[in-house]
């Protein structure tokens, strides 16, 4: 498609985004809040399937980073789509050249949920229960916890995860709360998991609008959707997670907050068993967000979080 001159308003636009029943919802609220700003927008919606929809039983750490982005930025570098959605814990640190993430809308719930079979919360669960997530963040996180419950691999989407749950191959299963509520599920969860000891992933309840760097009509298009306290959080949450090394695979997560001009960030990096656990909160001007995020993964190395992510002992 022919690039617009920069000051020339976009009159079509197309959205390539996955085909989960997640990434409709997330998808259709882009296309709503798009509609409401520009009276007049064509826009036409593209389902791409990605390698982690393609490969449901491997495990996510097994197929790499970007299982589930790779496909729709190679759309957008190819100038088949002009705008990719993206749930954007799910997005490399490290984007392909050329691409940026033009907007982040308002996040939605960031925790952690457990879901239980009989209503049980994560402390009440009987010893050896069987909890289910593909998250080394969460298994660790879930063990550190409990460590005398067993933690099983799970893939799928949540409305799979949700029936093997129910069909008894899991007592309890970890999921993100912005994917349930987004989903209108919220009635699933048993219990909210306070993000300040089940620490969340980076991104977690945040949606990524990425495009072409020099796109500059489409920058201008997107602005009224971008949330600045949201952008800001997770502007500190990414750059703790460079700072440590994007491509690790050891559990770590980051939790960041504004209040007024204060930006409040809390990280953590943990063994794969639970049995260490690093956590230290930093906070500053929410102009210095990635200073702040830099500063928080120091910290937590100066502990000594730097020998599981070498894979030392400590």
Not at 62 to 84: I, P, S, Y
Not at 211 to 235: E, M, Q, Y
């Amino acid at each position: 498609m022919a690039a617009p001159s920069a000051n020339a308003p976009l009159q079509q636009l197309v959205i390539a985004t996955r085909g989960s029943a997640l990434a409709h919802v997330q998808t259709d609220s882009v296309v709503a809040h798009l509609n409401l700003h520009h009276t007049g927008l064509s826009i036409d919606v593209r389902v791409i399937k990605t390698t982690g929809d393609a490969s449901q039983e491997a495990l996510l750490t097994e197929l790499g980073l970007g299982v589930f982005t790779k496909e729709l930025e190679v759309e957008l570098l190819t100038n088949r789509a002009d705008l990719a959605v993206h749930s954007l814990k799910d997005m490399s640190t490290e984007a392909p050249a050329g691409l940026d993430v033009l907007t982040v809308m308002k996040r939605e719930d960031p925790r952690d949920v457990l879901v239980s079979r009989g209503g049980l919360k994560l402390a009440d669960l009987a010893p050896g229960a069987v909890v289910g997530t593909s998250s080394p963040r969460r298994a660790a996180l879930i063990l550190a916890i409990r460590p005398d419950v067993s933690v099983a691999p799970i893939r799928g989407n949540v409305g799979t995860r949700l029936s093997k749950l129910n069909e008894g191959s899991f007592d309890a299963i970890v999921l993100a709360a912005a994917g349930l509520i987004r989903l209108g599920l919220q009635a699933e969860i048993t219990e909210y998991l306070d993000p300040m000891v089940f620490t969340p992933a980076v991104g977690q309840g945040a949606v990524a609008l990425q495009g072409r760097s020099n796109d500059a009509a489409l920058a201008t298009l997107l602005a009224p959707l971008d949330h600045a306290d949201t952008h800001v959080a997770v502007l500190a949450e990414r750059a703790f997670l460079v700072a440590l090394g994007g491509g690790c695979r050891m559990p770590m997560g980051a939790h960041a907050v504004t209040e007024g001009n204060t930006l409040k960030v809390a990280g953590m990096v943990a063994s794969l068993d639970g049995k260490q656990c690093y956590r230290a909160n930093v906070e500053g001007p929410v102009g210095d967000a990635e200073a702040l995020g830099r500063r928080l993964a120091q910290d937590l190395m100066d502990q000594g979080a730097s020998m599981l992510l070498t894979g030392g002992t400590v």
